[in-house]
């Protein structure tokens, strides 16, 4: 950073914002466990296999038994929230029923059966907004119509399975402004069925899903190359162009080169500085600026494409000869994808690190809209302008900055009150900016970008 620059951002004149709920977050996160974490990965290999297309009518095999018992766990969790038996549960979970048509993946079509558990928000300026933890339950082995074979599928993707399950217990007695959604999804090995048909409903339905976290192989960290090692690491991945823009939407984004600014790379960023603030209890966040891994996919795509802000959690280095595959035994050891692999300690940091990201987002203010850079004239400063966002706990905005080669905001000041303008001694030539709404208790808002316009 040049001295210039140092003098600049020293002259901003700052507030202090209210600190961030740390405590919190953690009081959530010491109800999830290493051991409760690998139990429910050994549960569902216990199943044989999840194929979308395996048997049914078995209470101990198949991908009916399974949807089964994660529906009974689900309504284990409501039923302990509730203040005694007289009282509804807050999370309501069901089944989410279809009938695909056919594929490649399902040469007949097949009944596809979604879990959906929704906890509702509790301010109604707040509860519209839909905040996902997403992973399939579905697995496949070596042969993708294999619908009979074992399939375990404990890293791909039990593992996810049991993040969401496990947020579930941790959260489902707790009050939120905002709407969590815990959404396992079947089909995914066909073709991100369930989540498409999932995401088309809520689209149908106009309901605002304003963020999605999509957890799919999680469970193993163990390095491929290095035997023995452990990468605590998990990468989020997230798109930076939307899908199919339009040509105006292009030559904005080529206006500000905002290339790596949208609504998916912020909630990307928005999950790395919380991984921050609880150092040594989750994995450290690498952040992946590209949708996906190449020759692979997840749910979170289906919401993308619907023009969602959508992350995939996945970790560091896959070991790509346990994905896929089929069971062997060797040495009277099975091996693939099988839960021995699966490390609860990971699993469970991991899990505490959606946690942390579900509680800031249902309880944070939701962005402030129409967040601009004036433009009306040159200059070496920079105001801001933003529409106020709706929640009446708002006590302030949150200025952040960052230079055009940086990949991370920087905070550069605070404003209290219900402001909709702020001037900064900075470049707007250099930097990129964006605002954040913060509450009284200190959650902070996902970033809203900063455009430009004359006023």
Not at 120 to 147: F, I, W
Not at 167 to 190: H, I, K, M, P, Y
Not at 284 to 302: K, N, W
Not at 322 to 333: E, F, Y
Request: proline share 6%; glycine share 8%.
């Amino acid at each position: 950073m040049t001295p210039a620059l140092i003098v600049a951002i020293a002259s901003i004149a700052q507030t202090t914002p209210p600190p961030p709920p740390v405590q919190r977050q953690v009081e959530a996160m010491k109800q999830v466990t290493i051991t409760d974490c690998k139990e429910l990965v050994d549960k569902l290999e216990s199943f044989g296999t999840r194929h979308t297309l395996s048997q049914t009518d078995s209470p101990t095999r198949g991908i009916g038994a399974a949807r089964n018992w994660i529906k009974a766990e689900l309504d284990k969790y409501a039923a302990a929230s509730g203040e005694s038996s007289t009282v509804e549960p807050r999370l309501k979970v069901e089944f989410e029923e279809f009938d695909a048509p056919k594929g490649p993946r399902l040469p007949e079509g097949g009944r596809i059966v979604n879990v959906v558990a929704t906890l509702p928000g509790t301010m109604k300026e707040a509860a519209d907004r839909r905040y996902y933890v997403v992973g399939h339950y579905d697995s496949r082995n070596g042969q993708p119509l294999d619908a009979a074979g074992d399939a375990p599928g404990a890293n791909d993707n039990a593992s996810g399975t049991a993040v969401v399950m496990a947020c579930a217990r941790a959260l489902a007695a707790r009050q939120f402004d905002s709407t969590l959604v815990f959404l396992l999804t079947a089909g995914e090995e066909q073709g991100l069925i369930g989540a498409n048909y999932h995401v088309s409903q809520a689209v149908g339905r106009g309901e605002n899903i304003a963020g999605v976290l999509n957890n799919d192989i999680v469970g193993d960290p163990s390095d491929p190359e290095t035997p023995g090692s452990k990468v605590w690491i998990v990468r989020i991945f997230s798109e930076g162009l939307p899908r199919n823009p339009s040509a105006e939407a292009i030559a904005r984004l080529r206006m500000m080169s905002s290339e790596s600014d949208s609504s998916s790379r912020q909630l990307a960023r928005y999950v790395d500085q919380l991984a921050s603030q609880h150092e040594g209890a989750v994995p450290m966040v690498s952040m992946v600026y590209r949708q996906d891994r190449f020759l692979r996919g997840g749910d979170h795509i289906a919401f993308n494409d619907a023009g969602f802000a959508a992350v995939r959690f996945t970790v560091a280095r896959e070991t790509y000869l346990r994905q896929h595959v089929d069971v062997k035994t060797i040495n009277n050891t099975r091996e693939g994808d099988v839960g021995r692999y699966v490390n609860g300690e990971y699993l469970a940091a991991v899990t505490k690190l959606n946690i942390s990201a579900l509680i800031n987002l249902a309880n944070a203010p939701r962005p402030p809209a129409d967040v601009r850079v004036v433009t009306a004239e040159l200059g070496n400063e920079t105001v801001l302008r933003w529409s106020p966002s709706p929640e009446p706990d708002v006590v302030g905005y949150e200025v952040v900055y960052r230079q055009t080669s940086d990949a991370q905001w920087s905070d550069a000041a605070f404003q209290t009150g219900r402001v909709t303008e702020y001037k900064l001694k900075l470049s707007k030539d250099d930097h990129f900016f964006g605002v954040r709404a913060c509450d009284r208790d200190g959650y902070r808002s996902p970033v809203a970008f900063a455009g430009a316009a004359k006023e």
